[in-house]
């Protein structure tokens, strides 16, 4: 296993006096795509949120490459390469494809060397270059999200509820390109409800229930446990 670059660290934390997550601790390590699973309501978008420095914590704290980071904001963190993307695809609905992969040139990235890039991995955006994201169905916004985010070179992705309101086959076209992007070196912690296609690519799962981490391992043997976890149900979530 490669060095941790993200971490929580018995953490705990959550909205005003209520807590949501109770001593987590979560790593992330370099080039890995680590899957964050469980049913709503157990804590996973708090996690991602602490990661990126979007909610404060109560108590522990945030690692990024072995150093401290608890407290530092969200902007500090995406200069030193974390990239959220939200849940809800995250685009600028008013502003065309073109003007939304515009606003990461802020990074010194060229627009023309942006735009080249997420033609080649989406040719669907080259195609609606001028179309007012806001237009566009909810795959085409998130490849439009993730071809953004990705932009900005992050040493960290991370992805909250990616396959949201998709058809499965786009979900799929989507984590395809995550793992891609992983092989790359970018280190990938993936927040989903649904499991099945991120088994699929994750190198290790975890599973969280009520703002507990409850196990982590390898896909395989977080799917055979899924079932349990998810109310008791049978088969594969």
């Excluded at 018995?10 to 899957?35: C, K, N, Q």
């Amino acid at each position: 296993m490669s060095e941790p670059l993200l971490e929580l660290v018995d953490v705990r934390a959550g909205y005003g006096s209520i807590e949501v997550l109770h001593g987590v601790t979560l790593t992330v390590h370099r080039g890995e795509v680590l899957a964050l699973l469980g049913p709503n309501g157990g804590g996973k978008s708090t996690s991602l949120n602490v990661l990126a420095g979007l909610v404060d914590i109560m108590s522990g704290e945030v690692r990024l490459a072995g150093r401290p980071v608890t407290g530092v904001g969200a902007d500090k963190l995406a200069r030193l390469g974390v990239c959220t993307i939200p849940e809800g695809r995250g685009v600028f609905p008013n502003l065309t494809v073109r003007e939304n992969l515009m606003m990461a040139t802020h990074t010194g990235a060229k627009l023309s060397d942006i735009e080249a890039i997420a033609y080649e991995r989406f040719p669907r955006l080259g195609d609606r270059r001028s179309q007012l994201a806001g237009t566009m169905s909810g795959g085409e916004q998130q490849m439009l999200a993730m071809s953004r985010a990705l932009a900005t070179n992050p040493a960290v992705l991370l992805l909250d509820e990616l396959s949201m309101g998709l058809a499965p086959l786009i979900v799929s076209s989507l984590y395809e390109i995550v793992a891609q992007v992983a092989e790359t070196g970018v280190s990938v912690l993936v927040v989903e409800q649904f499991a099945r296609t991120v088994l699929g690519i994750a190198d290790r799962a975890a599973i969280m229930l009520s703002g507990r981490i409850t196990r982590v391992g390898p896909p395989d043997e977080i799917a055979e446990e899924l079932s349990s976890a998810y109310l008791g149900g049978k088969g594969q979530p």
